[in-house]
């Protein structure tokens, strides 16, 4: 059937009719628009999909999804990153290119079926199409160059009105989500949607590939460092930062905080963290580790790309033990949700069970602590995708034979001294070897380092080197 929810006197609600699978469409009114300030990048209105037909013990429950898709800067005047205008004219830009309903996938969080997702399938859901090409973080109420970037705006627009029409109050349990993009913009908003909710209201974000840290780009590479990124989209489009993350890093800059390993410690709500430990997003695309003209790895380029998981594994050290974690040693982006599984000490466990024993605090053989980072990684001293059971990632093989690499970069004295006299501690010297990194791995989890490892991890701000925001949640959680 593809009848869709449609709204009725006293807002939206459950329609019957509406297949299981699908979710309905609603756009903002031109009322809620200019309310709001809730639009795609062409100025159509924003909206959102969803099936409020949640039973059993779901029916309380609601996942809210943010659809994944990159990013853009409208008005681009560097040559890898993608202009908006490119986006107009695709439902990527422009909800009037958004059919009447969309199916949820057969196996994800949000999959309302109950063999690809036994234990959620059940619940509300709520999915946001990406249309603003913001990580969900921009409030520009004008345009920069004919385009708006607002999609922050479209997620509250979302939430007013499912608390207008008395859903969120009914709610007893609110997951915030999201792939790529969509990873980026749930923990972005994350404390955003904790405080416009009641506090009796249980509310948690899992964000799936969307915890990039910013590491000095590839040697020799052009593309524009990830921290540069978040500085001029946070200026382009007023990007909605988390305060309480801002007030904790100052006098490093407030779009610090659009990226998760420095706004982790304020989230404020549990989390479980999905992310590859070799992200080809982050590596090929935002980093520029260059490929063969037929996308394939080049054997020069192993040694970054080593470094590269020994950087993201010890990110997630600090990790409160609130917190679950899935981190497979795959060399891909986005995380399977059934088919990857990473074997522990007492047995394995794939993303759809390890977020469900985590959710509902169910014993866990594997990891009885709900931190998943993928033993394989520690066991074959860093070989890159040495899970076997990675699937639909990038081919791996000239760089399954590990090779032990010392980062040339360093923190600059001048902003050495000046973090270390505004409380925090530097990341100054560099290590990769394998035995460092062989550190962070304990029997039951692969997560309590026993010693420090000490990375050199920079980032440009303003001209100077600094210290990668690494160190931030590092003081807090050691």
């Known amino acids: 059937m593809t009848s869709i929810v449609v709204e009725v006197a006293g807002g939206l609600t459950c329609n019957s009719t509406l297949s299981a699978s699908r979710l309905g469409r609603h756009l903002f009114s031109p009322q809620e628009v200019a309310e709001y300030g809730a639009r795609c990048l062409d100025g159509s209105p924003g909206g959102f999909y969803y099936n409020l037909c949640g039973t059993g ?22 040559p890898d990153i993608e202009d908006c205008s490119r986006r107009v004219g695709t439902a990527q830009g422009s909800s009037d290119y958004w059919g009447a309903s ?59 009105t499912l608390k207008k029409d008395g859903i969120l109050d009914r709610m007893t349990d609110i997951i915030l989500g999201g792939g790529s993009a969509g990873g980026f913009g749930s923990h972005i908003n994350i ?68 990226l998760a390993n420095t706004s982790y410690p304020y989230w404020g709500v549990p989390s479980f963290i999905a992310e590859n430990l070799y992200d080809t997003n982050q590596i090929f695309g935002q980093d520029g580790t260059p490929l063969t003209p037929d996308r394939k790895l080049i054997p020069a380029t192993c040694p970054y790309i080593h470094n590269f998981g020994g950087i993201i594994a010890q990110s997630f050290t600090s990790v409160a033990n609130r917190s679950g974690l899935f981190v497979p040693s795959c060399l891909d982006h986005g995380v399977d949700y059934v088919n990857v599984r990473i074997v522990g000490p007492n047995g394995n466990v794939n993303f759809q069970q390890m977020v469900g024993d985590w959710y509902y605090s169910r014993p866990n053989a594997g990891f009885p602590t709900y931190r998943a980072l993928d033993p394989c990684y520690y066991s074959t001293s860093g070989a890159v995708q040495c899970n076997p059971t990675c699937v639909g990632g990038a081919d791996a093989a000239p760089c399954n ?32 070897s394998s035995s460092s990194l062989s550190s962070l791995s304990s029997s039951s989890t692969g997560l309590s380092p026993t010693t420090t490892t000490s990375m050199a991890l920079s980032l440009t701000l303003g001209g100077n080197v600094m210290l990668v925001i690494l160190a931030i949640p590092f003081l807090l959680f050691i």
């Open 401 to 432: 034979t590990v090779t032990s690499t010392t980062s040339t970069t360093s923190t600059s004295a001048t902003s050495a001294a000046a973090l270390t006299t505004s409380g925090m501690t530097s990341i100054s010297s560099a290590t990769s």
């Open 102 to 160: 969309v199916s949820t996938p057969s196996a994800a969080l949000w999959s309302r079926t109950q063999a690809g997702n036994p234990d959620f399938y059940n619940w509300n859901v709520v999915q946001i199409l990406y249309c603003s090409g913001d990580l969900f973080a921009g409030r520009a109420n004008t345009t920069r160059g004919g385009l708006y970037q607002a999609g922050h705006n479209i997620l509250a627009g979302m939430l007013a």
């Open 57 to 78: 013990s779901g029916q309380n429950k609601l996942i809210i999804w943010l659809q994944g898709g990159g990013y853009c800067m409208a008005n681009s005047t560097k």
């Open 191 to 258: 404390d955003y949607l904790r405080r416009y909710v009641s506090l009796s209201t249980r509310v948690s974000v899992i964000p799936v590939s969307g915890w990039f840290v910013a590491i000095d780009v590839y040697p020799g590479s052009s593309v524009t460092p990830i921290a540069e990124v978040g500085r001029i989209m946070y200026e382009a489009s007023s990007s909605y930062v988390n305060q309480d993350c801002v007030a904790a890093i100052a006098p490093l800059p407030p779009y610090m905080c659009l």
